[in-house]
């Protein structure tokens, strides 16, 4: 059975689902694989939707994956009306629009029953804060547990109704998230013959730089 | 103790007789009955267990009597990518191990972190808490590098003296043969290494 179109379940999500709002969020890329974003107060309702829904039956969720998006900047070109020499014109301007980062979760759902999938669906945290919270989709998808656990071990995200939220990569006293994108692991850098990236980055910082006598080396012990 | 003249041993040897030392004899003895503790961590595991298995047989060198008891066992085999949350155990496991004990590290993880040495979660070494005898390099090394590392382990036994000055270490009360356990912090080890043992490498050279 062939899946229907991504925009065929989203208006049938929303007529099914009283309140849902669904957004198709595009992929540009190679894989062209657009995915469904779910508000986070509806998203186990259409979670159970897409589940038992007789033509869809995505029965098995296969990957569930965190995904940390930092604060940025987004140019934008806005028509602005300007008084330029007495005269009303319409000029473009480029205005900087700073977008809040936010921390993801990205499931991949499949149908074993009839053989159709993917279905991608996020869900957006609020911010990147400490705390950030998503509902789990566990009681619906008991394959999502270990991972929506690995996803609060590595970015921090709080799966709420989630039936064992602990650490499973990293032990229970460890407070960072390492997966996040502004991660700084300890400072235990040690000596290494061919540093580079960022391996030479934290090597400058420990080995200062002396004046190259055979051109095959730039960093050297601090005496 | 005196050393026997080896002419005189071979000679005495074409007679009929054999003479040996109480040293030669207790390192025969335990070179040739290595029982490995029974662990493995990582994809050196599968090497270890190619290496016990009949087409490479560790049971040529004695060495096939894998113990599940750390009590039992004289040699570990650090086979495989040691993670924090791991090396607390390792460490707890080698000081269960009754003396003499031994440790060979095997492959690039064990011996350095190897490909994850920058992760966050991988032990740059095990090195840095229990003292290792031998090293064998290779991600993963094949079953004749750890039968050549078995060897080498096989040689040092061989030639660990039982008295004097420069007798081995298990012999010495004053050597430890425990060795603290690391504790969980909030963003790494705790210590990060051993201090005692563990020194990072340094580069010297002449200006």
């Not at chain 2, 990582?42 to 016990?52: D, H, L, Q, V």
């Not at chain 2, 350095?112 to 070494?125: A, D, E």
């Not at chain 2, 036994?157 to 504790?183: N, R, Y």
Request: proline share 8%; charged share 25%; glycine share 6%.
């Amino acid at each position: 059975m062939t899946l229907e179109s991504l925009d065929d379940i989203k208006a049938r999500i929303e007529a099914f689902v009283p309140g849902a709002s669904v957004t198709i969020i595009p992929n540009s890329s190679p894989a062209n694989q657009p995915s469904l974003l779910l508000d986070n107060e509806h998203a186990a309702a259409v979670a159970k939707f897409l589940r038992d829904d007789p033509t869809l039956r995505l029965d098995y969720c296969s990957n569930v994956t965190g995904v940390d998006w930092l604060d940025r900047k987004v140019k934008k070109t806005i028509k602005v009306k300007k008084v330029i020499d007495g005269e009303e014109k319409e000029v473009d301007e480029m205005r900087e629009e700073l977008v809040p980062g936010y921390l993801e979760a990205v499931y991949h759902l499949f149908s074993i029953a009839h053989k159709h999938g993917p279905v991608v669906i996020r869900m957006r945290t609020a911010n990147r804060a400490e705390g950030a919270r998503l509902p789990s989709l566990t009681p619906i998808y008991r394959s999502a547990e270990f991972q929506e656990r690995e996803i609060f071990d590595l970015y921090g995200v709080h799966f709420e109704n989630h039936p064992d939220l602990r650490r499973i990569l990293m032990w229970d006293e460890f407070v960072d998230h390492p997966m996040r994108k502004d991660y700084r692991e300890p400072d235990d850098y040690e000596y290494e013959p061919t540093p580079h990236d960022d391996v030479l980055e934290k090597a400058k910082r420990h080995y200062t730089a002396r004046p190259q006598l055979d051109g095959a080396e730039n960093v050297t012990a601090q005496p | 103790m005196s050393e026997i003249d080896e002419d005189l041993r071979s000679e005495l040897q074409r007679q009929g007789v054999w003479v040996t030392s109480m040293q030669d004899l207790y390192n025969w003895g335990r070179r040739n009955s290595i029982w490995p503790l029974q662990f493995g961590l990582a994809c050196c595991a599968i090497e270890m267990i190619a290496t016990a298995a009949s087409r490479y047989d560790i049971a040529r060198f004695g060495g096939e009597v894998f113990r599940p008891s750390p009590r039992q066992a004289d040699l570990m085999i650090v086979a495989g990518t040691v993670t924090k949350k791991m090396a607390p155990q390792i460490v707890r496991l080698y000081n269960q191990m009754p003396d003499p004990k031994y440790v060979i590290s095997m492959g690039a993880c064990a011996i350095s972190g190897g490909p994850f040495k920058q992760g966050y979660n991988v032990l740059k070494g095990i090195d840095r808490y229990i003292p290792v005898d031998v090293y064998i390099p290779g991600c993963p090394p094949r079953p004749e590098a750890l039968l050549h590392a078995f060897m080498e382990l096989q040689r040092k036994i061989d030639s660990q003296k039982l008295t004097g000055d420069t007798k081995a270490e298990h012999l010495d009360p004053s050597q430890p043969s425990e060795f603290p356990v690391p504790a969980f912090g909030e963003h790494d080890l705790e210590p990060a290494a051993n201090p005692d043992m563990f020194h990072p490498p340094k580069i010297e050279r002449q200006s």
